[in-house]
């Protein structure tokens, strides 16, 4: 199975947050399914550790590829198609970080590992 990480996700992934679900620290553990992270959530913790918003996450933001690489997580660039899906998407939701993941998961056909119930406005299967 192919999995993206919302953002949140991610970052409890690493640091072990009790705030991650059991079943979703199951499906990111588990053998065989390739756990993607999009370009978008790079950009997202570049822009809130640079913001100060971020605290503690200024290695990942400066070793983002690698630290993925190190977890055995693929990276998921953004596509022209997946711009022009996320700028497009209806509703009022304004977060752009999550309107990209959305769009992703539309267009790459994968459910999201997330808590954030955003998702399910916009007809992404959501995992947690």
């Known amino acids: 199975m192919h999995l993206l990480l919302d953002t949140h996700t991610l970052l409890w992934w690493l640091v072990d947050d009790p705030s991650l679900s059991a079943p ?7 053998a065989g399914n390739a756990v993607l992270v999009s370009a978008a959530s ?8 640079r913001l100060g ?8 933001a400066a070793d983002f590829a690698a630290q993925i690489a190190r977890e055995r997580f693929e990276p998921l ?19 752009p970080f999550d309107r990209m993941l959305a769009a992703q ?11 954030d119930a955003v998702f399910d406005a916009y007809g992404v299967r959501r995992l947690w």
């Open 53 to 60: 918003k971020l605290r503690g996450a200024e290695e990942l």
């Open 24 to 30: 979703a620290r199951r499906l990111i553990g588990r």
């Open 105 to 115: 998961c539309q267009a790459e056909n994968l459910p999201i590992v997330s808590n």
């Open 77 to 95: 660039p953004i596509s022209a198609e997946h711009g022009t899906r996320a700028g497009l998407l209806p509703g009022p939701h304004k977060d």
């Open 42 to 49: 790079a950009w997202e913790i570049g822009t809130k550790v």
